[in-house]
């Protein structure tokens, strides 16, 4: 199930996506100190690595800000 993740320019309204996981589903989204964290139905958080396209495994069961 390909899940993707996008990015909306504040100034003109624009979409671009910006990274899609083609292995396992986005249910749900953190930003913290500046980078995208995602959750799949897995019990895992990823790091997306933009410049990549791949992820890194946190290891984490929680973000805290």
Do not use: F, H
Request: charged share 15%; hydrophobic share 35%; proline share 5%.
């Amino acid at each position: 199930m390909p899940a993707s993740i996008y990015r909306v320019s504040a100034s003109d309204g624009t979409i671009q996506k910006i990274y899609t996981n083609n292995n396992a589903p986005i249910a749900g989204m953190a930003y913290l100190d500046g980078s995208i964290y995602y959750a799949n139905w897995g019990n895992e958080i990823q790091r997306p690595e933009l410049s990549s396209m791949t992820d890194t495994e946190t290891n984490a069961m929680y973000l805290c800000a």
